[in-house]
């Protein structure tokens, strides 16, 4: 079944996912696949003191890693800890990988299916942490009340846009049938 998630990542990171085409976490102290780890490797890595991987860490680790699936949805924000400013949606196209070349290396690959050139505050996931799940209904919601507040001029260009693609299409086709 397909689920909806929102992330709050660092813009920094977001440039990233844009760029490799991937959504991602990391945590200090978590060197390893986490997918790979065993019920007792995760208690172990809980009980250390020498990083920050805490019980929250192991949530949203569980929550990328094992309950994300492909095919499910994503809405990604950056901002400080009171801020959200949706930056993208994306849809999940890949498993859990573990790179370690990369930042972040925990990631999935990612279908971007909008970036927003300026991020626009978006007040419903002000309090949002790094990863979680929501309804279909509060997805929804959020993408018709982007499609409201998008201003007059961005939503006409985008219409002539998408007429002039069209125009072109047809006429190519008429000039393919002479």
């Known amino acids: 079944m397909k689920k909806y998630w929102v992330m709050k990542t ?3 990171w977001w440039v990233t996912f844009q760029r490799e085409s991937i959504m ?14 065993s019920q007792k490797g995760i208690e172990q890595l809980l009980a250390a003191t020498n990083n920050k991987f805490g019980e929250y860490q192991n949530r949203v680790f569980r929550q990328f890693c094992s309950w994300m699936q492909v095919d499910d949805y994503a809405i990604i924000g950056t901002g400080q800890t009171t801020t959200f400013n949706i930056s993208g949606i ?9 790179k370690k ?15 927003f050139p300026r991020p626009r505050p ?11 799940l929501i309804d279909e209904a509060d997805f929804h ?4 009340s982007l ?7 961005e939503r006409q260009s985008t219409s002539v846009e998408r007429i002039r693609r069209v125009g ?10 002479k």
């Open 24 to 37: 991602g976490i990391d945590e200090e102290g978590l060197d390893v696949d986490y997918s790979g780890l």
């Open 122 to 132: 978006m007040l419903r996931f002000i309090s949002a942490q790094r990863l979680e």
């Open 10 to 12: 660092f813009p920094e």
């Open 147 to 153: 499609l409201q507040d998008m201003p007059d001029m």
């Open 101 to 115: 070349a990369l930042e972040p290396r925990h990631v999935r690959r990612v279908e971007i299916l909008k970036v």
């Open 90 to 98: 994306v849809r999940v196209v890949g498993r859990y990988q573990f």
């Open 168 to 177: 072109r299409a047809q006429m190519l086709a008429h000039d393919a049938t």
């Open 141 to 144: 919601e959020s993408i018709v």
